[in-house]
């Protein structure tokens, strides 16, 4: 985190759709009041409200265990892997990674996003690396088999971890990004030993996220090759990192018990290999996006 502001400090409001009908406890007066105006200047009610929450950026904490371990539970599309041990290294590498909450709750409600990374080089030798090397080989595609196993045995490498409920406002990515790579940039310099801040000095970034292509049959006819199929990107920012990275991936997610809503869309699962050196445009990029309120 920052030397003089901690993330505890930092929040967000943001709007979240919810069903007419449900109950809503009131958090403050400021909220009821905006709900009142929203009602007013709308006329009617539709079939869902928009409310207001505010959100806190936390470092992770002890209490945020069992929270992480949902988060992190489809990490690998539902395979089980040492989602533990994973979370325990998300918890102890306070200084950089962040979880996201509702404010107010105070720290008993669980995350519902998280935002780290891990040193592939330096965690190297626990279960969860192994386990998502192995799930990530498994799933490369022959001519990027090389590259991958250069990659997750080199130095320098950062793991993103980023998952986050479906629901969470998209309007929450920015400062989920921005958060975690002025935290790397703080720790190369504050960390108090020379390895801990060696050990942030990353030169790329591998990261693993969930995408969607068009399924309908006709669109698939008339495109010779399936990466030539525009992808759906679920988190926003996915689609900067994707468009600078220096390779990439996907493959077939495994079906789940949960039916997808637009069923012309397959699921598919995405790995990418970032440049540092592309993060800080990737940032602007996202930021900018925001800013001019293209989303």
Partial sequence: MAPEAGKDARSRREPVKEDADEEHEDTSSEEEE????????DGSEGDDEEIMVDFEFQDPKEIDFHGLKALLGNYLDG???SSSALCDDIIKQSTVGTVLKAQGAGDELDPIAVMSVVNLHQKKDTAYVKEISGHLKKN??????????VVLAEKGIGLI???RVINVPQETASPLVEGLYDEIGWATEDEPTEELRESFKF????????VFQDDDQEASKKRK?????????????????HKLCKWSFQ?????SEDKNDIEVLKPLRLCMLVAASSIPQARSELKSMFESGSI
């Fill in 34 to 41: 905006d709900s009142e105006e929203e009602e007013d200047l």
């Fill in 79 to 81: 395979a089980e892997f």
């Fill in 140 to 149: 490369c595609p022959k001519h990027l088999r090389e590259q991958l196993s």
């Fill in 161 to 163: 971890i980023n998952e």
């Fill in 203 to 210: 030169t790329k970034y591998l990261m693993l996220t969930r």
């Fill in 225 to 241: 090759r399936e990466d030539e199929q525009p992808l759906v990107y679920t988190r926003p920012e996915d689609e900067f990192f």
């Fill in 251 to 255: 493959w077939k997610a495994r079906d």
